[in-house]
């Protein structure tokens, strides 16, 4: 080597200059950081107090640099608010960077500090500056864990029904909970009406609630903590609602009488709406009792059906029953008719037609097949050999020939149309097609002697050219015709109150096994109750068009508002005989209190929604009194099915009856 005396000099100079600083002095030693603090997920910040640190998860505490452990546990203290340490057990990962501090639970809302001194130090010897976390231990919410009902558990986000009558709450909360502290904070109520009740206490955690007087049946509930309870308790609370229904009553609220007895109560009682409510000029069926002067062509078709029964069964003598059906007689011959047709509604004095909507101020086919059915039968019951009976059939003749049923076929198109107006004249463009209530809308258009129409409109009109089929299986009943589950209910009934079903067959149903299995799936719909409302059950059923809390509905099992209509189910009995005497029995001796009025039971109710209705409407009433007499005698069918006109239109469109 050319130079070692040189080599040797820098060597020895860098040497000496790694030891010391440039003033001679010791290097300063590298700084440890702190890269997060956690207690459980809540990261603690060094510049404020956090809030809510769990209670019993461990201490977290991250370091950029590896950390000496003998001193990390002499210089790093968990403190409590008295700044007395805690116990503390400490555990070391990812290779002495993490630490972690296992604890006692800390006090619920008290405040803690984690000190780090600024005498740690590093594996290497890193110093550290010194820091200090405070934060505050959670305060955990009160909530109640498990509520159950006469030791049986419910879940509150279900609805909670079936409950009896004196029952008993249990409320087991996550922590120890006093009565004394529950009970200023607590409500027991029926709708807005305060309910008594008592608590006492089962154990620390658990508090029972009693009623202090049996609760009535099928009635909604409410218990309530409030949430300031947490203003006493030091604990967050969000408040306790729970509702639940009681079961039914089963009390019978009338005498029991007989079955056939009843059977002529509920009659009696359901014709005096057509005969006491009648419009006193017309006497026409008000569309429903707050409907003054309007009256209803079709539901007084029903009811000029009732008047027979009426006469039959002695609730009014036949001179009376003959004397209304003249006044009904008069009244159409001199209202607004339109190519023959009623309107839907009628000013009862006047016979002006009403508007039912905007443009439906004209003819109305299908109510007005309800009307022609009502009269045809009554001219059957009427004598001719009684002049003044003889005068009254000659003047039934006279408006049911009047009738204009080829005229709505719209130019002659093969199809039926619902209205038709002199000032909107074809607008409304309702083509009437199955399958629905209107099936004896075209057999009365068939069986027309002066304005008839041709099979062809039924086959292509009414049956769609036969896509009226439908052949679908519900609850393992077929059902003919009609949309899933058969629809509302009125369907079996409106065109079967004076065509007997049991042994009408055409090409597209036998219409006995029509109108039963839509009962029964009706039925079997209620029973399995898939949308959970209070009171549906075998003897608690029936869907149908009707009032509801909301207003009017066409109900069903697609259409399920939780609403249960009494005709519904009564007026299937020829069908269901047994099923519907059942809902019959129910709705009387279970449910009399609040649903048997002044004309037998009113409209509809829903108990999940704590209503009953206060309305009878006529399209109603009328099939209640009418399908019962069809039951028990065959009165309307068999003077319906007497008329050779409707015979020979049953035969024009392919019926075997």
């Known amino acids: 080597m050319r130079y070692p005396f040189l080599f040797f000099l820098v060597a020895a100079i860098l040497f000496s200059s790694c030891g010391k600083g440039d003033d001679g002095s010791e290097p300063t030693p590298e700084q440890l950081a702190i890269t997060y603090v956690y207690v459980g997920d809540v990261a603690l910040s060094a510049g404020a107090t956090t809030e809510n640190v769990p209670l019993e998860d461990p201490v977290e ?25 805690l116990t503390a057990t400490f555990s070391f990962f990812s290779q002495n960077q993490l630490v972690k501090i296992a604890h006692p639970a800390f006090s619920e809302g008290a405040s803690y500090s984690i000190r780090i001194s600024e005498n740690l130090k590093g594996a290497d010897g890193e110093t550290f500056a010194g820091q200090t976390y405070r934060f505050k231990a959670l305060i955990p919410p009160l909530t109640v864990e498990q509520i159950s009902i006469d030791d049986v558990v419910v879940n509150p986000l279900n609805r909670i029904k079936e409950i009896g009558r004196t029952p008993q709450l249990k409320l087991n909360f996550n922590t120890a909970i006093s009565k004394d502290d529950v009970m200023p904070y607590a409500s027991f109520k029926a709708g807005t009406s305060a309910v008594g009740f008592t608590l006492s206490q089962v154990d620390e955690n658990t508090i029972a609630v009693d009623a202090s007087a049996t609760l009535d049946g099928f009635a909604k509930y409410s218990f309530a903590i409030s ?71 079709g539901g007084s078709g029903f009811g000029v059906m009732a008047i027979l029964v009426g006469i039959e069964r002695g609730f009014i003598t036949r001179s009376e029953g003959v004397e209304r059906l003249q006044t009904i007689v008069d009244f159409l011959a001199n209202a607004d008719r339109f190519h023959g047709a009623w309107s839907h509604w009628l000013n009862g004095t006047t016979g002006k037609a009403l508007p039912f909507s905007t443009k439906d101020n004209g003819g109305d086919l299908v109510e007005t097949s309800y009307m022609a059915a009502g009269l045809l039968a009554a001219r059957q019951y009427l004598s001719s050999g009684n002049a003044t009976e003889s005068a009254l059939k000659t003047k039934i003749n006279e408006l049911w020939d009047a009738i204009e049923w080829d005229w709505y076929t719209q130019g002659g198109q093969n199809v039926l149309y619902w209205h038709w107006s002199p000032d909107y004249a074809w607008d409304m463009n309702m083509k009437i097609q199955g399958y629905n209530e209107a099936l004896i809308t075209y057999i009365m258009a068939a069986s027309s002697e002066t304005h008839t129409i041709a099979a062809d409109v039924y086959h292509q009109g009414w049956a769609k050219s036969g896509a009226i089929a439908n052949g679908n299986e519900f609850y393992g009943l077929t059902l003919p015709l009609g949309s899933d589950y058969g629809g509302p209910l009125f369907f079996a009934h409106y065109s079967f109150l004076g065509i007997d079903p049991r042994q009408l067959v055409d090409q ?97 109710f829903n108990v999940t929604e704590s209503w009953t209705a206060s309305s009878y409407l006529a399209i109603d009433q009328g099939p209640i009194i009418v399908m019962i007499e069809n039951y028990r005698s065959g009165l309307i069918w068999d003077l319906l099915m007497s008329c050779p006109e409707v015979k020979a239109g049953l035969t024009k469109l392919g019926f075997t009856y």
């Open 61 to 85: 505490i991250r370091f950029d640099k590896v950390l000496d452990v003998a001193s990390a546990e002499s210089n790093i203290s968990l403190l409590d608010e008295a700044n007395q340490p």
């Open 508 to 604: 597209y149903a036998n219409y006995w096994d029509q109108t039963r299995n839509h009962s029964l799936i009706n039925q079997a719909y209620c029973v399995a109750n898939p949308k959970n409302f209070v009171s549906y059950s075998d003897a608690c059923w029936g869907l149908t068009a009707s009032d509801n809390q909301d207003g009017y509905s066409a109900h069903s099992p697609t259409n399920d508002l939780g609403v249960i209509t009494p005709t519904a189910a009564i007026s299937s009995i020829p069908y269901t005989p047994e099923e519907s005497m059942q809902a019959l029995r129910f709705f009387y001796y279970q449910l009399g209190d609040r649903l048997w009025g002044d004309y037998g039971f009113y409209d509809a």
């Open 227 to 297: 949430s300031s309870i947490e203003d006493r308790i030091g604990k967050p609370f969000d408040g306790l609602d729970l509702d639940f229904y009681t079961e039914v009553d089963l009390t019978p609220k009338f005498p029991t009488i007989s079955d056939d007895e009843l059977l002529t109560l509920v009659q009696q009682q359901t014709f005096r709406y057509f005969w006491d409510f009648g419009h006193p000029v017309s006497g026409l069926a008000r569309e429903r009792n707050t409907s003054n002067e309007t009256v209803t062509s």
